[in-house]
Structure formats: structure tokens, C-alpha cells
């Protein structure tokens, strides 16, 4: 059975950090693109960044560039995301994804295969 378990959510101050992390289970998780979405109070499920099979090419949404950083440790089944200088609008539940789709710079949730439950990420100001 497929699994993908995302932890490391919170409550954070604005300018604060965190550390999420997804860990794979159940798929042979260097054959995957993995990937990050959110999703914001009362809004859509939107692409946030993503990492290649190998980990060695990476994309990011415009609003996160330069402030997360998406990273694999292929030995481990695990992704992760680190975020720093977090904002307000960085708020919302973050899911962990994966995909056989070979990385590219934006996904679409259809574009993924297996999706974690989520873990809530909450900036307060």
C-alpha cells in the first residue's frame, strides 16, 4: 500500500522557519517526481515546488523562490521541504505529492499520482 506521510507542520511567527518532511512508503521512491502543493484557507490546491528523480533539478512557485527549499534523500524514501522567512500568506495545509511525470517547472494536481494527508502550516503575523 501506497503511503506518503507528511509532519513537521505548525504554528509559526512571521520570519520564522520550518521543516516538513514526507516520507514514502509502499513505491519505488527514486522512480518518483516528487513534489509540494498547498492549499489556503478557502482557496485551491497550488503548486508550490519540485524535485527530479535524482534530486538534482528543482522548480519553485514565483511566491516561494529563494526562501524554500525543496531537497530528497532517496535512501531514506523521504522528501522534504525547508521553509524560512515564512509569511502569512505562507499559511495553509501543505501536501506532499508524487508523480511518474519527469520534473518540470509547474504541475497541476491532476498531474499527480499519490498525494500524504497534508500538514497544516499556519503563519501568524
Known amino acids: 500500500q501506497v503511503q506518503l506521510v507528511e509532519s513537521g507542520g505548525g504554528l509559526v511567527q512571521a520570519g520564522g522557519s520550518l521543516r516538513l518532511s514526507c516520507a514514502a512508503s509502499?513505491?519505488?521512491?527514486?522512480?518518483?517526481?516528487m513534489a509540494w502543493f498547498r492549499q489556503p484557507p478557502g482557496r485551491e490546491r497550488e503548486f508550490v515546488t519540485t524535485?527530479?528523480?535524482?534530486?538534482?533539478?528543482?522548480y519553485y512557485t514565483n511566491s516561494v523562490r529563494g526562501r524554500f527549499t525543496i531537497s530528497r534523500d532517496n535512501a531514506k524514501n523521504t522528501v522534504y521541504l525547508q521553509m524560512n522567512s515564512l509569511k502569512p500568506e505562507d499559511t495553509a495545509v501543505y501536501y506532499c505529492?508524487?508523480?511518474?511525470?519527469?520534473?518540470?517547472?509547474?504541475?497541476?494536481?491532476?498531474?499527480?499520482?499519490?498525494w500524504g494527508r497534508g500538514t497544516l502550516v499556519t503563519v501568524s503575523s
Open positions: 505529492a508524487a508523480t511518474l511525470i519527469p520534473t518540470r517547472a509547474t504541475f497541476s494536481p491532476g498531474d499527480m499520482n499519490r
Open positions: 509502499g513505491l519505488t521512491f527514486s522512480g518518483y517526481t
Open positions: 524535485i527530479s528523480q535524482s534530486g538534482l533539478i528543482t
